[in-house]
């Protein structure tokens, strides 16, 4: 299994950008595609949450201002992210996950976003 992490930079506040995450080796539509975010001197944090029922959820920071979507037939998750804050600052994480026991539980190698003018 591998999940492939792009699209992160240096932004301006109040800029935009999307994030994507394409995986391999697993049958995307059954899992929970998640996107991460850990700031420095902070703990991880989840941001957003897509289900395969296409329901999805969004930490309180973020909701109205990004948007988890993804594409089944490219096996691809994305994150945009519009109005950028500088306290979005941090390394994002892909994460995908069938189930609560842990076996099934994929993480992609982060991509550092930084929001600076």
């Known amino acids: 299994v591998q999940l492939q992490a792009s699209g992160g930079g240096l932004v301006q506040p109040g800029g935009s950008l999307r994030l994507s995450c394409a995986a391999s080796?697993?049958?995307?539509?059954?899992?929970?595609k998640n996107w991460y975010r850990q700031a420095p001197g902070k703990q991880r944090e989840l941001v957003a949450a897509f289900t395969p029922g296409g329901n999805t959820n969004y930490a309180d920071s973020v909701r109205g201002r990004f948007a988890i979507s993804r594409d089944n037939a490219k096996n691809t998750v994305y994150l945009q992210m519009n109005s950028l804050k500088p306290e979005d600052t941090a390394v994002y994480y892909c994460n995908v996950r069938l189930g609560t026991s842990g076996q099934y539980d994929y993480w992609g190698q982060g991509t550092l976003v930084t929001v600076s003018s």
């Open positions: 080796g697993i049958i995307f539509g059954i899992y929970t």
